[in-house]
């Protein structure tokens, strides 16, 4: 089952890698999962461009597998799975990234390999 870890602050590259791998060591993950922006079409637009250098940017420095997770709808399922816990606007907009995250994570974990 997929829980939060922490959030990352975005700094820009290279302090957003090293923060990742931080978490990685931290928590002894056995893999990372990174969440791949395709348009709904499937498209892969400026935004998927960046998952992918991101993903092969940690490959370079970690030795644990690194997977691109398509994440569309993720943002729409985790508002609609905060909504229904009752978590209130201001709360809601504050936890929403990391819920997508963790639906994000979820979908790889409920997939096949």
């Not at 957003?16 to 892969?44: F, M, T, W, Y």
């Amino acid at each position: 089952m997929a829980v939060p870890a922490g959030t990352i602050l975005v700094k820009g590259p290279p302090a957003d890698l090293k923060s990742v791998a931080a978490l990685v060591r931290e928590h002894e993950a056995e893999a990372v999962v990174v969440g791949h922006p395709r348009s709904l079409s499937g498209k892969r637009e400026a935004a998927a461009q960046h998952a992918e250098g991101f993903a092969e940017g940690l490959r370079m420095i970690l030795d644990v597998p690194i997977h691109l997770q398509d994440e569309r709808l993720s943002t729409v399922e985790a508002e609609r799975d905060l909504r229904a816990a009752g978590v209130g606007g201001r709360d809601r907009r504050r936890l929403v990234d990391q819920a997508a995250a963790t639906v994000i994570l979820q979908s790889w974990l409920d997939g096949p390999r």
